[in-house]
């Protein structure tokens, strides 16, 4: 079973960076699609990229292309999420997924059979 546990999470000034991680444990990922959603109250939980687990292409949302980066470190059994240039309307619960049953192609939360509990990130104007 794949458990997943995101860490990273809080509180950052408007145009400020942070470091999302989520660390893979329980079953090692091999050829899979992984994936960053997040949440902001009130609202659908929404995609903001993927990318294969092993590096190569990877999908970004509008909203954060240009902003946000997907990379990993396999050794590690670690994927990260570098989010730059935040914004107050990047607040939200930011979860990761792994196993896209759709390839890249897999941008819906209910394409994922994997989740982390999710971690807060707040963006103060």
């Known amino acids: 079973q794949v458990q997943l546990v995101e860490s990273g999470g809080g509180v950052v000034q408007f145009g400020g960076s942070l470091r999302l991680s989520c660390t893979v444990s329980g079953s090692t990922l091999s050829h899979t699609v992984v994936a960053w959603f997040r949440q902001a109250p009130g609202q659908d939980r929404e995609f903001v990229g993927n990318s294969m687990w092993r590096g190569g292409s990877a999908n970004y949302a509008e909203s954060v292309k240009g902003r946000f980066i997907i990379s990993g470190d396999f050794a590690k059994q670690t994927m990260y999420l570098q989010m730059n240039s935040l914004k107050p309307e990047d607040t939200a619960v930011y979860y990761c997924?792994?196993?896209?049953?759709?390839?890249?192609?897999?941008?819906?939360?209910?394409?994922?059979?994997?989740w982390g509990q999710g971690t807060q990130v707040t963006v103060s104007s």
């Open positions: 997924a792994a196993e896209g049953n759709y390839g890249l192609w897999s941008r819906q939360p209910d394409h994922y059979n994997y």
